[in-house]
């Protein structure tokens, strides 16, 4: 069953603005990952942060993770038209390291040129 | 990373037909995983591919409908048997290769059409 819940399902701005999509889950996690989506095609991994961690940067990308509340963020500052996708968290089952993965329902992006 | 690629990319086919999906890997993997995306929706996962014995089913996905193969550590098959429209989706494969097991790769998924 999916366990993560994304919002907004569908973000429009304009390039150069920031993006943030948010993400909550229901159970204790080992880390959450963000993977990015083209069209339908094959998922990119993005960036992951442990469940010890509160924030994590990586180029234009900021992640927060607030265990306490079950949630995360991810921030695409400066966008870029191309973008333009659909962003999935997706949380590890814990316990143990089957390295099963439980997907968000996803945030579909558009930045307009 | 990892190098996945899947065959076919994409089919048309028809209703009680069965349909063979391949996944290959350029290197060799311990975990490789079986997802399905419905159209509009999100990635589930079908089930854990094992090397050397029988799959590992979610709930909700049987062998009977979903049979899976692993010969070896590159190389895994999933079959979509007795195809209905409801199948119609993009079928991924992924793979674990962080000995930690948490980065996934996912190949560019197989889009089918049952009609």
């Known amino acids: 069953s999916q366990q993560g819940e994304e919002d907004p399902q569908a973000l429009s701005i304009q390039e150069g603005e920031n993006a943030t999509m948010n993400c909550s889950y229901k159970?204790?996690?080992?880390?959450l990952q963000w993977y990015r989506q083209n069209s339908g095609r094959g998922l990119v991994h993005l960036i992951l942060?442990?469940?010890?961690?509160r924030e994590k940067h990586s180029g234009r990308l900021r992640v927060t993770l607030d265990t306490s509340k079950k949630s995360s963020s991810l921030l695409i500052t400066a966008s870029r038209a191309a973008d333009t996708a659909s962003y999935f968290c997706?949380?590890?089952?814990?316990?143990?390291?089957?390295?099963?993965?439980?997907f968000g329902q996803g945030t579909t992006l558009q930045v307009k040129p | 990373s990892a190098v996945i690629s899947q065959k076919p990319s994409r089919d048309i086919c028809q209703r009680g037909t069965s349909l063979t999906i391949q996944c290959q890997v350029d290197?060799?993997?311990?975990?490789m995983f079986w997802y399905r995306q419905q159209p509009g929706q999100s990635l589930t996962l079908i089930a854990t591919?094992?090397?050397?014995?029988?799959?590992?089913?979610e709930s909700g996905f049987v062998i009977d409908k979903f049979p899976i193969s692993r010969p070896n550590l590159t190389f895994s098959t999933l079959t979509v048997s007795n195809m209905s429209p409801e199948d119609s989706s993009i079928y991924l494969c992924?793979?674990?290769?962080?000995?930690?097991?948490?980065?996934?790769?996912f190949g560019p998924g197989t889009r089918l059409l049952v009609l």
């Open positions: 992924s793979v674990d290769r962080d000995l930690n097991r948490e980065t996934q790769y």
């Open positions: 159970t204790s996690i080992n880390n």
């Open positions: 942060i442990r469940s010890n961690e």
């Open positions: 997706a949380t590890d089952e814990y316990p143990g390291n089957t390295g099963k993965l439980i």
């Open positions: 290197s060799q993997v311990t975990m």
């Open positions: 591919a094992n090397q050397g014995s029988e799959a590992t089913y």
